[in-house]
């Protein structure tokens, strides 16, 4: 019997975790699955001959302690899915920067190494935009996210350079078609296609999260927005187990988002073949080492 380890987190109550979905097929292959807490300094990794991170999500609030525990599985003899050097890359919203340098759009950022109110109040007039977002370079969940007119980051400015003291800081225009159109994710088991949703913001919000209100649709990809994902799948430094690609419409076109290679909801619920897809993925990964 071979195991499996889904790394999660120790309380889970106030999100959704699909997860469980896939572990009945993974049974099937031979796998025995079980959850495991990155916080757990016990867990002896040894035992597991693969470690996927999974709903690992307050690593952001914990990044050292997180980024610890990933190089003890790394060292460990389990294998660690996503690769440790992938997850260490894919940490910082800084890897953005290397996606365009290969020729993936992104959309236009001032990056900060902190929170500067003149530098922030800069940006509505360099990206000629009413309304910006600033939120942090490690962050999950829209964790300390804010969308912003002048008049709102003047009034919050104080509490903002409390609340984000100390971390590296990414400014955008805001884009309206995230409420208009919505968010599209494009899901990727060993970097084939699997399934795209649509995430649109609760009304009165701007964050598509479930946790934040946010609907989810599932849709059928453009064609554009497979070729933007497989573009991006390429520029990636290895090739991932799981990847999340978040796509945008904007004026100028399709932008990417954030690749998500840590700990993203893979939607499980929006594609009722998905999850067996996943099994697959998994084990046909181990076979290939």
């Not at 389990?78 to 997850?87: D, G, I, M, T």
């Not at 309304?131 to 962050?139: A, R």
Request: proline share 3%; hydrophobic share 40%.
């Amino acid at each position: 019997m071979l195991r499996c380890a889904f790394l999660s987190t120790d309380n889970l109550e106030e999100f959704f975790v699909y997860d469980d979905l896939v572990k009945p097929y993974l049974e099937k292959l031979g796998w025995e699955v079980e959850d495991v807490s990155w916080h757990d300094k016990n867990c002896n990794y040894n035992q597991y001959d693969l470690v996927v991170v999974r709903s690992t999500w307050d690593y952001q609030a914990h990044a050292n302690e997180f980024l610890a525990t990933l190089e003890r599985i790394e060292k460990s003899s389990a294998r660690l899915e996503n690769h440790f050097q992938l997850l260490k890359w894919n940490f910082s919203k800084s890897y953005l920067k290397d996606l365009e340098n290969k020729g993936v759009p992104i959309l236009p950022t001032i990056w900060l190494n902190e929170f500067d109110f003149q530098l922030a109040n800069d940006a509505f007039s360099y990206f000629d935009t009413n309304e910006i977002i600033i939120k942090p370079l490690v962050s999950a969940n829209a964790d300390f996210t804010y969308r912003l007119t002048p008049n709102q980051l003047a009034e919050n400015s104080q509490i903002m350079r409390e609340q984000i003291a100390g971390k590296e800081l990414m400014v955008q225009s805001f884009e309206s078609s995230i409420l208009e159109i919505g968010e599209h994710s494009l899901f990727y088991f060993n970097h084939a296609y699997s399934h795209c949703i649509k995430k649109r913001p609760g009304k009165g919000d701007f964050r598509v999260q479930e946790e934040h209100g946010g609907e989810l649709f599932s849709v059928e990809p453009t064609q554009d927005m497979l070729n933007l994902s497989e573009q991006t799948l390429n520029a990636l430094p290895e090739k991932a187990l799981y990847a999340r690609v978040d796509i945008l419409q904007t004026s100028k076109g399709l932008a990417i988002i954030e690749v998500e290679l840590i700990e993203p909801s893979l939607y499980f619920n929006m594609d009722s073949q998905s999850p067996e897809r996943f099994a697959h993925a998994i084990h046909d990964l181990h076979y290939q080492k």
